[in-house]
């Protein structure tokens, strides 16, 4: 793991001297070595504070490969070289929160991997309304981390370790329980904290929506997952709190998706419903649950990244994000047609993706949890079924307002597409393997 360190801290020239290609040839590299390096279901590849396990490994590969993405994405954008070296400082500080096994390296990370995200949402941002949005982000995050910085020395006094093979506690105080739970139920976000993040996703540069969607979410259940662990009697006790408020809100979030006017609000609400299916499945504690919800966040990862980069690909087209103006697609960008129609059929969770099969295994955890729980998923699936087929429509029919025209979709463009697509449609190849 130091090596992996060492390696982008020697990246970082790279960066200044404005070179996108090795950059990418790198990330691809590490990518590629952890690949064939292999993990287990224990912590390995143990330097220091660092090692990789099945959960992390995982999330590991996401981080590259979004970030490799991202750089595809910004490619016509000017200070190519200052994005670089933010690329590379939130892909050190994901990393860090990834492979840390000691609960007060990845809350450090956590925290820091806030500035160079504000950096890209205020330097790459597209109104002025960015600075809000910035501040939005800054004060959830730190509203709710510092009870926490305060709780782990509270646990590292108690316990005298912060790491988490030897964290073990026990305790029915709520208040504990809550500031543990709530940190990582902002990041998610779960509904009623979920407020920052259509601000972050509308007012981000394609790259920054991308890592936002694809990575960002995913460190609130990373963190549920670690947590579960040492504090299972807390976990269980309350765990009726936030299933209840994830249940619900995934079903208003979704009707609140059917009211926008806005590709990327729409687009960042029905991560917000997605990820109360991820919270309601870890609450479960069961194995399904658990295994669902982190097949859930790897998939939403690709899917939510990509639908993300096409809607940039319309808006570098048509100046709007508006449904008023992109309209009638399918005879100004038919090239894209098809790869927006499939991303909006796996945002529904259709059966060739593993979206389907993580909501499967979601709906089994849940039915064993609350058996009431199923009428409530029925609705879930049918408006999160009407709000992508309403994305998909109202932007490819209709009369298109630039008549007599088209556009083309970019070689790199179609790589960028196709990148976030393979994955979903070959994994469920790959988990069927190995069950």
């Known amino acids: 793991m130091m090596t992996l360190i060492l390696f982008m801290i020697f990246m970082i020239p790279i960066c200044f001297m404005n070179l996108p290609m090795i950059f990418q040839y790198s990330n691809l590299l590490i990518l590629i070595w952890f690949i064939y390096s292999g993990c287990w279901g224990f912590f390995n590849k143990i330097s220091y504070f660092m090692g990789v396990d099945n959960i992390s490994f995982n999330l590991i590969l996401l981080v590259l490969l979004i970030s490799s993405l991202m750089i595809i994405s910004m490619m016509n954008y000017n200070w190519m070289s200052s994005f670089l070296f933010i690329n590379l400082s939130l892909n050190s500080c994901l990393l860090i929160i990834f492979i840390s096994m000691n609960f007060l390296y990845m809350y450090i990370s956590f925290e820091f991997v806030l ?25 959830y995050t730190m509203l709710v981390s510092l009870p926490l ?22 305790s029915d105080f709520f208040l504990i329980h809550f500031t543990l739970m709530i940190v990582f139920m902002v990041k998610m976000p779960m509904y009623f904290v979920h407020f920052w993040l259509p601000k972050a996703h509308v007012q981000a540069p394609v790259s920054g929506s991308m890592i936002l969607a694809g990575l960002m979410l995913k460190i609130g259940g990373y963190g549920l997952i670690r947590s579960s662990f040492f504090y299972e009697f807390l976990f269980l006790k309350y765990s009726y709190i936030w299933f209840s408020i994830s249940l619900l809100g995934s079903i208003y979030i979704s009707i609140i998706c059917l009211m926008q006017s806005d590709m990327k609000c729409l687009i960042a609400y029905s991560s917000v419903s997605h990820m109360g299916m991820v919270i309601m499945g870890l609450i479960s504690m069961s194995d399904l649950g658990l295994t669902g919800s982190y097949y859930l966040m790897l998939a939403h990862g690709f899917c939510s990244s990509g639908m993300f980069f096409m809607a940039n690909i319309f808006y570098s087209r048509t100046n709007s994000r508006s449904f008023y103006i992109n309209k009638g697609l399918l005879t100004y960008l038919p090239s894209s047609c098809m790869f927006w129609f499939m991303l909006c059929c796996f945002n529904m969770s259709c059966p060739p993706s593993l979206n389907f099969i993580s909501e499967l295994m979601i709906l089994t955890s849940m039915f064993n949890f609350w058996t009431n729980s199923m009428y409530f998923f029925v609705f879930i699936s049918f408006f999160c079924a009407c709000f992508s087929y309403y994305l998909f429509s109202f932007s490819q029919h209709g009369i298109c307002s630039m008549l007599y025209s088209f ?22 190849l790959m988990i069927s393997m190995f069950f």
Request: a negative charge; charged letters at 5%.
């Open 115 to 139: 500035i160079p995200l504000v950096i890209l949402i205020l330097g790459w941002g597209y109104q002025p309304e960015r600075l809000l949005s910035g501040l939005y982000l800054m004060f």
């Open 149 to 170: 910085l305060i709780l782990l020395v509270f646990i590292y006094s108690n316990m005298g370790s912060l790491f988490f093979d030897m964290m073990n506690f026990h």
């Open 407 to 428: 556009s083309n979709v970019t070689c790199y463009e179609y790589l960028c597409i196709f990148m976030h697509l393979i994955p979903l449609v070959f994994s469920p």
